[in-house]
């Protein structure tokens, strides 16, 4: 079985990052990959990546005429690519050394048409002691309670999810609208082909999570402010799933809310009666304002679509 890699990139201010996650990806322990790399409308980036890369055996690499965006860019990528699987991986992130091998694994060992794997924390500063794990989605890290191994979720983070390239191309690829749009930030590209492939093929992604990815958490994505941006633009992102994909299910974001509200916030509240720590409280009403605001996003969301 053929992986095609595939990672885009637009500016040269990551290109140190580009260049960890792209060397991540030539040491798997997986040998048959080869890796796509798009540019997005940068020629400049395009030639120093041509300069220090090109010619490498297995390595693909365009440049789109102009900057059209992560959508855009992957459903380019999927016009060169050569393998059986396509994987994504962002330029931000670190993949280990397995994580090709336990997709591949997913899809010998079953019938996935679908599968991804956990992508964990990379502390660039420092870890935020206000941050409670349930919220890690926020910076792009696997939250906790996610997925149970091997359990079919709907769609794992874009930094680490792979699919059957006949069925990427069967659909269409991605969505254009879903990405920035002006004053609009719509979140999780991935989310909305992931639930129209649900509804194509009733299938869902398959989680593995020793298919490992880290992601580098900038200072920058644990400001109090763009956390709560962030929040607000992801509920404000699931109320346009429900329109943009007629029967997009929100049975995973239910049993979540389920989980927080019956599991995560008593079992936290009870920790800090009988453990008091500043930490702790932060981390409680860290979460309790973030869930506020992620409804505030949705509610906004209402009006607009």
Known sequence: MKVSVVICTYTEEMYEHFEDALESVREQTYDDIEIVV???GNEALYERIQGDYGGGEGLVLYCNEENVGLSASRNNALELVSGDVVALI??????????VEELVFVYESTDAIAAGGKMTPLWVASKPEFLPEEFYWLVGVTHRGFAEPGEEVRNTFGSN???KTEVMKELGGFESQVGRQGEKNLQAHETEFCARMREEYGRGV?????AKVGHKVFEWRTDKQWLLERSFWQGYSKRAMETLVSEESSEEESDFLKQL???FIPSRLKGLLTDPSVPKAKQLVTLFLLTA??????LYGLLKW
Not at 90 to 99: H, K, L, N, P, T
Not at 206 to 210: K, L, Q
Request: charged share 30%.
């Open 38 to 40: 798009v540019v997005d």
């Open 90 to 99: 962002d330029d931000d992130a670190v993949a280990d050394e397995r994580w």
């Open 161 to 163: 999810i792979s699919f």
């Open 206 to 210: 398959v989680y593995n999570p020793d």
């Open 261 to 263: 509200l019956v599991e």
């Open 293 to 298: 605001t992620v409804g505030v996003g949705y």
